[in-house]
Nanobody
Framework: QVQLVESGGGLVQAGGSLILSCTLS????????MGWFRQAPGKERGFVTT????????YYADSVKGRFTISRDSAKNTVYLHMNSLTPEQTAVYYC???????????????????WGQGTQVTDSA
């Protein structure tokens, strides 16, 4: 069974840093992308970042550029989200997603991803 397992969420002080990780177990495709979405209280889920597991190309929402960095370990089917200078606006449930047919035109569309993690809470304690 294909699963996405996330870890690393928690409570962090304003301006602090946090690293989330997500591992895709038993991938059924070789050329795919993994990314992160988030949903803040009372808001819709939104795109954060995505990376091509084959080529390493990374893309970010404007709201996190310069603050978040996504990286990958393709051998482990794992991605990491490095979050720096966190603010209360970053408080949300962060979801990991993986998809085979993700392009630059579809990467921000959650419905285009095939698998989702259970979500991990990130809270800025300011």
């Amino acid at each position: 069974q294909v699963q996405l397992v996330e870890s690393g969420g928690g409570l962090v002080q304003a301006g602090g840093s946090l690293i989330l990780s997500c591992t895709l177990s038993r991938p059924t495709f070789s050329n795919y992308a993994m990314g992160w979405f988030r949903q803040a209280p009372g808001k819709e889920r939104g795109f954060v970042t995505t990376i091509s597991m084959s080529f390493g190309s990374a893309y970010y929402a404007d709201s996190v550029k310069g603050r978040f960095t996504i990286s990958r370990d393709s051998a482990k089917n794992t991605v990491y989200l490095h979050m720096n200078s966190l603010t209360p606006e970053q408080t949300a449930v962060y979801y990991c997603a993986a998809g085979e047919r993700i392009t630059t035109s579809t990467m921000t569309v959650g419905e285009k991803y095939d698998y989702w993690g259970q979500g991990t809470q990130v809270t800025d304690s300011a």
